[in-house]
């Protein structure tokens, strides 16, 4: 199953960059995220696992909290073409 890239919109309040939850529950989803940041068809960004919460504040990535221990939130770059995963430190809320 091939996902479309989502539609965008642009506001000088939203948070820069793309966004992918549910990053670890679909069996599409993940593969599918990767291929679109690599391939450029949408911007670098961050996923986040069931269960995680992206905090941002002024519209920056303050802190990354899970209600499950294992759950992590990622940053998802572009290196040449391929994308990059690097985890991004998770607070377990317990």
């Not at 993940?30 to 519209?59: K, W």
């Amino acid at each position: 199953m091939r996902v479309r890239a989502p539609e965008t919109t642009a506001s000088r309040d939203s948070c820069r960059g793309s966004n992918c939850p549910h990053y670890d529950s679909e069996r599409d989803r993940r593969p599918s995220f990767r291929r679109m940041v690599a391939d450029g068809t949408i911007p670098e960004g961050v996923a986040a696992a069931d269960g995680v919460a992206l905090h941002y504040v002024d519209g920056r990535l303050a802190r990354v909290v899970s209600s499950r221990p294992r759950a992590k939130g990622w940053r998802v770059t572009r290196a040449g073409r391929r994308a990059v995963e690097r985890r991004l430190p998770t607070r377990f809320l317990g």
